[in-house]
């Protein structure tokens, strides 16, 4: 994979217990990993969730091949954008990536 493409720095992110600022343990989103990511927005749309109108996102983020799960999330370090992932798709093709189709949290 060429290092050019990935051009966002991203935060791999997992369900957890983080600390507060008194030390407790609370429920959270504790980092996996730092990485680089080609993040492309493929469409937009809008729909109705919960009687009220909302965007949704569609976008593919690739990253080099490591563990990943859809329980996990990635945050865009530029823009703090969080993305959901929908799920981990491996790349036949060049057996070092995975797509992770995700949707933007709003």
Not at 24 to 50: H, M, N, T
Not at 53 to 65: D, P, Y
Not at 66 to 93: C, E, H, N
Request: proline fraction near 7%.
């Amino acid at each position: 994979m060429q290092a050019g493409k990935l051009s966002a720095r991203v935060s791999l992110q997992q369900p957890g217990t983080v600390q507060d600022e008194t030390g407790q343990p609370i429920p959270g989103w504790p980092e996996v990993a730092k990485l680089w990511a080609d993040i492309r927005y493929l469409s937009g749309a809008e729909a109705i969730r919960a009687d009220a109108e909302t965007s949704i996102s569609k976008v593919s983020i690739q990253i080099r091949k490591r563990p990943v799960t859809s329980a996990m999330r990635v945050v865009d370090l530029a823009t703090g954008t969080v993305f959901q992932i929908l799920d981990v798709l491996p790349d036949m093709q060049h057996r070092d990536r995975v797509n992770l189709p995700c949707e933007v949290v709003r």
